[in-house]
């Protein structure tokens, strides 16, 4: 089995500690010192050894690869010291804050023979995998994306949670020709919603909506074909049905999506598979630059 080591230990951390035990061996959780995580690590996995010193898993020669669950603004100097280690890196999105940055990991795992993983969760959802071949059937020509929730304020908006978007559409739509920050709103921090709108080729055009300042929590994807509506919510993928004027549902999955996507990254590292994940990351990233100006 691969040896894996977890940097940050917080809420998602908690999260790849979990999925990657299932088929991996975890050789070290390095954190900051908070109290109540180090109890759950020793109340959970007991086994596991914490240190506070990432040196200690960058200079351990058994280590395969490292996963890391830290803050965006951490991701390049975390990622470039691990690449420069010569260990495999799965990294939460985004990959890093600008296309210097971006360019100059790619390039180190190019050189090292390194796997660069970006792990952006929904693409490993299996209602994603049924979209994608509605797509390659019948061609989407629009997307209406609506999230509403609250918290995770401390993270910039379109780096935190437009990346996650922004993943879907590049996946079926590829980049857009052009995008309009048609509204934003502030109160806890200078961003706190916002609607953009994406144009293509050919009329294809997504809308995106996203608003941290909800009492609700409820995440909506709908997807419009010549002939078709789909609307994919939580674990759910409904189709209407124009006779009826009803929704049906027409598929469910209770797959973890964070299972197969850290699955998937162990297969990468087995297979010297190739870094597409971190040039989507990438071409995110140059999206998101360009909207943070605005």
């Known amino acids: 089995m691969k040896r894996i080591?977890?940097?940050?230990?917080?809420?998602?951390?908690?999260?790849?500690?979990?999925?990657?035990?299932?088929?991996?061996?975890?050789?070290?959780?390095?954190?900051?010192?908070?109290?109540?995580?180090?109890?759950?690590?020793?109340?959970n996995y007991p086994e596991i050894p914490i240190t506070t010193n990432i040196e200690d898993i960058l200079n351990d020669p058994k280590i395969d690869a490292i996963a890391i669950a830290t803050p965006i603004h951490t991701h390049y100097k975390i990622i470039k010291n691990i690449l420069e280690s010569g260990?495999?890196?799965?990294?939460?999105?985004?990959?890093?804050?600008?296309?210097?940055?971006?360019?100059?990991?790619?390039?180190?795992?190019?050189?090292?023979?390194?796997?660069l993983f970006v792990g952006y969760i929904f693409l490993y959802s299996q209602i994603f995998k049924k979209i994608k071949k509605i797509n390659e059937r019948e061609s989407i020509i629009n997307i209406n994306f609506n999230w509403q929730k609250f918290g995770t304020f401390n993270e910039n908006i379109y780096e935190n949670l437009l990346s996650h978007d922004l993943s879907i559409v590049l996946e079926l739509l590829g980049t857009p020709k052009k995008f309009n920050l048609i509204n934003t709103s502030s109160f806890i921090t200078n961003v706190d919603s916002f609607s953009l709108q994406l144009e293509y080729s050919k009329n294809k055009k997504c809308s995106i909506i996203i608003n941290r300042l909800s009492n609700t929590k409820k995440k909506t994807i709908t997807f419009f074909t010549k002939k078709n509506l789909y609307i994919w919510d939580k674990n759910t993928l409904l189709k209407l049905d124009k006779k009826s004027k009803s929704f049906k549902i027409i598929y469910e999955t209770t797959d973890s999506p964070l299972y197969l996507e850290c699955k998937n990254f162990i297969s990468n590292i087995k297979n010297n598979s190739d870094n597409s994940s971190a040039f989507l990351a990438k071409e995110i990233t140059k999206i998101v630059s360009k909207i943070n100006k605005f």
Not at 18 to 42: P, T
Not at 87 to 111: C, G, S, W, Y
């Open 5 to 43: 080591a977890v940097v940050g230990i917080g809420r998602w951390g908690k999260n790849l500690v979990r999925e990657f035990s299932k088929f991996a061996i975890i050789s070290k959780c390095v954190h900051q010192g908070n109290l109540e995580n180090i109890r759950w690590l020793n109340t």
């Open 87 to 115: 260990k495999h890196v799965f990294v939460e999105k985004p990959m890093t804050q600008t296309i210097n940055q971006a360019n100059d990991l790619i390039k180190i795992a190019k050189r090292k023979n390194l796997s």
